[in-house]
Structure formats: C-alpha cells, structure tokens
C-alpha cells in the first residue's frame, strides 16, 4: 500500500524507543527518560501571554503570508544581528518554517532531485537523511569520528562523489555529539562548498544553548557563507518552544526561494499568533536563556561526574542540552541501553540509532529535572559501580 519512498525509511528511532519504554513502564518500572531532547522547562510566560492576546485578534484567524509575517522576520533579523553579528535583509534573507525539521525535509525536495547526491554526517539528526531518502537522492555517509572531534573530514571526500554531491548538511553545535565547531571550521566548508558548487544546509537550533563562556558562531558569520548556504534555527531549544512549531531559516535568498516555492505547495504557512508569540520571544527580555542554560549546566555536571564515577566515560559538553557518553567495553550501544532500561529504569538513546558511526556511543538528555537526574545517579552507583570497563 504505502509509496516506496515511504517503505525505503528505517522506522523512525524514537518510535521504536517510545514502545520499549512503554514495555517497561507497564512491567512497573519507574523510568527516568533521557532520551528525548524535549526541554521540562515551561515557554517563559511573557511569550505565553504574548499568544493568548494575538489570539483574540481576529485578524490572526486567516491564512498567514507564505514567508512569515515581516514582523517576525524582522524580529530574526535583529536577532541575528545582536547575537550573531550578521546582518540579514528581512525581506529576502529570512523565511519563516513550522519548526526548522519542517524546514530542513522541505530543502531536501526543494534541491535534490532522483539519483542526486547528498553528504550527510553520520551520525546525525535522521532527518537529513531521510529527506534525501524521501527525495529519491542518494545519501553519502560523511563520518563523524572522535579522533576528528565529531567534524566530517571534507577533503577526505572522493574527489568525484564531492563534484557530483549537490548538498551538504551540517549541525554545531551538534546533535548528538555536542561538539562545536569554530569559524575556521566554517570557512573550510565555504572553499569546500565554492570549489564543488555544493548548497550548505547548516543546522543550528542549539545555538544558545552554551556553556562556561562558550559562544556558538553562526555558520553565516564566515565571509562567503551567504553565498553557499543557508542556515536553520528554531525557537524550539532556545525558548522551550518545541510543540509550538516555529522555526525559520536564514541565509542566501535564491536557496530561500526555492524553499518558499515548495513550502507554498505543501504548507500555508506559520499560524499568526504563533510568530507574535515568537516576535515576543526574540525581542522581549533575554534572561529565559540564561535561566535555562543554567539549569541545564548544573544537570550536566551531576550527570557527567557520575557517569564517569561509574565507568561510562564522558566529557562536558561546551553546549547542546546532551551528553555523548562511550559505551563500556563488551556491549553495543543497543545492547547497554537495554541494560540500563532494565537493570537502573534509565532511558538513554543508543549511538547507533543516529547512524554507524555513533555506534559505541550513548546519548542522555538533560531534559529531566536535577532531582530526577540524581536519583538516576543514584541507581547508575547501585548497580554498576565497579562492574564497567571503559572502552
Ligand atoms: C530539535 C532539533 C531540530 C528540530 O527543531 P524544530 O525547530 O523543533 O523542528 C532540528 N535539528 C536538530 C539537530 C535538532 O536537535
């Protein structure tokens, strides 16, 4: 019945991780789910309130414009401006998305086309690949590997898969490594980028979530960027907006347009009172962030001291609200995220299920509260201390 674009995907992961969990919570255990990064943390009420009263407007009862209310691309505009450092033009080079997953799956049917190539990081957020996938394209694995520090080896690309490649996607701070990446970096995907005529779909949505000083750059800070790519960013993580679904993306204007011309085939737009919502957000009062990030420090300091107490080896992550931890010696990734289901009712994401190359790999979220973080500690001292090999 179903098209085979649709049968040619994996089963999304979370889904199947959502059944394992409802397993074991109707066997009676108490999970403590750090597997999805959904922040516990309510919207701040300023841009709840901001919502209620654009919702009584009955002019935000129609149909929105495609590319968002210039209110609101404005609103990213100066954003952009004060928190990046790059000056965009509201008009041309801001389009409002449904959340920037709704953004990213749209690029790929917009620019890949049957038998196209695409480079997609491994491991990384599965809808880059799954786009390409549900576009008829070929996804060419670019490996994330530690020894890099989680950054794909661009000129380690065969030098004919690179001139045919007519995408690439990128996430720093990414997901679900929690590595970061500095300008330098990014200019290397700009030459990279101009010597193949490859678009960059860089990927952004943790941008504010940093720590101990750290300040993720734009991807479009870098000379040339605009020229290449385009970025995606979200007010998802960084205003706990996720089941809102607003989002937008920011870059080079033609890329923009092509995106605009497949969402008005698809989609009708953002719900008006929703981008009030957002304008409230990034022009209101900034603290929300602050507030959150530290909140998120304090669990990532619990947890990372623990899981290195206990044999599960773990760095700090500088921003991103997860921990990539390395699975001890002797399990797959599969296979110790079952143990720690079972044996300590800890939800963790195995490496894999973001690629190959995040096998040996676990990541937690932070999205749980301090105590529930230490109680998980608390089990993970119980029954593994002593036990674990590092690998
Ligand atoms: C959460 C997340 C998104 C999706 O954000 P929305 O704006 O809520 O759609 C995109 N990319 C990465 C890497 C994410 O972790």
């Known amino acids: 019945m179903l098209a085979r674009r649709l049968k040619a995907l994996?089963?999304?992961?979370?889904?199947?991780?959502?059944?394992?969990k409802e397993e074991a919570a109707r066997r009676g255990i108490d999970i403590i789910d750090l597997s999805v990064g959904d922040p516990d943390i309510p919207t701040p009420p300023h841009i709840v309130e901001a919502c209620c009263e654009a919702l009584k407007?009955?002019?935000?009862?129609?149909?929105?414009?495609?590319?968002?209310?210039?209110?609101?691309?404005?609103?990213?505009?100066?954003?952009?401006?004060?928190?990046?450092?790059?000056?965009?033009?509201?008009?041309?080079?801001?389009?409002?998305?449904?959340?920037?997953?709704?953004?990213?799956a749209h690029a790929a049917l917009a620019f890949l086309d049957e038998g196209d190539v695409a480079l997609v990081p491994d491991p990384a957020y599965p809808v880059y690949r799954n786009a390409t996938l549900l576009a008829g394209a070929k996804p060419f694995t670019v490996p994330l590997r530690?020894?890099?520090?989680?950054?794909?080896?661009?000129?380690?690309?065969?030098?004919?898969?690179a001139a045919k490649a007519k995408v690439l996607f990128l996430n720093y701070p990414n997901n679900p490594t929690t590595a970061t990446a500095s300008e330098d970096f990014f200019r290397e995907v700009v030459d990279f980028a101009k010597e193949h005529e490859i678009i960059v779909f860089h990927d952004n949505p943790y941008s504010e979530l940093t720590y101990d000083g750290y300040f993720a750059p734009s991807f479009l800070a870098v000379d040339g960027a605009i020229e290449v790519g385009i970025e995606f960013n979200s007010l998802s993580k960084t205003y706990n907006m996720t089941g809102w679904r607003i989002g937008f993306a920011v870059g080079n204007a033609e890329v923009l347009e092509g995106l605009k011309k497949m969402k008005t085939n698809i989609d009708s737009g953002t719900f008006q009172a929703i981008q009030v919502a957002a304008i409230a957000a990034l022009t209101g009062p900034q603290e929300c962030i602050r507030t959150?990030?530290?909140?998120?420090?304090?669990?990532?300091?619990?947890?990372?001291?623990?899981?290195?107490?206990v044999g599960i080896y773990a760095k700090k992550p500088k921003a991103t609200f997860y921990v990539w931890a390395r699975v001890p010696k002797g399990f797959?990734?599969?296979?110790?995220?079952?143990?720690?289901?079972?044996?300590?009712?800890?939800?963790?994401?195995?490496?894999?299920?973001?690629?190959?190359?995040?096998?040996?790999?676990?990541?937690?979220?932070?999205?749980?509260?301090e105590n529930r973080i230490k109680i998980a500690c608390e089990r993970?001292?119980?029954?593994?201390?002593?036990?674990l090999k590092q690998r």
């Open 10 to 20: 994996p089963p999304y992961l979370f889904a199947a991780l959502d059944k394992k």
């Open 57 to 104: 407007d009955p002019r935000n009862h129609r149909y929105p414009s495609y590319e968002g209310m210039l209110a609101f691309r404005e609103a990213v505009a100066s954003w952009y401006e004060r928190r990046k450092g790059v000056s965009l033009d509201a008009e041309r080079e801001v389009l409002t998305l449904i959340g920037s997953k709704e953004g990213i």
């Open 146 to 161: 530690e020894e890099n520090d989680f950054k794909p080896d661009l000129w380690s690309i065969p030098e004919d898969v």
């Open 292 to 309: 959150a990030t530290e909140t998120y420090r304090r669990r990532r300091d619990i947890l990372v001291e623990c899981l290195n107490t």
């Open 332 to 369: 797959s990734s599969v296979d110790f995220a079952m143990l720690l289901l079972e044996k300590a009712g800890i939800l963790a994401t195995p490496g894999v299920g973001f690629g190959e190359y995040g096998e040996g790999f676990l990541r937690f979220s932070l999205c749980e509260s």
């Open 380 to 387: 993970l001292e119980k029954t593994l201390s002593g036990k």
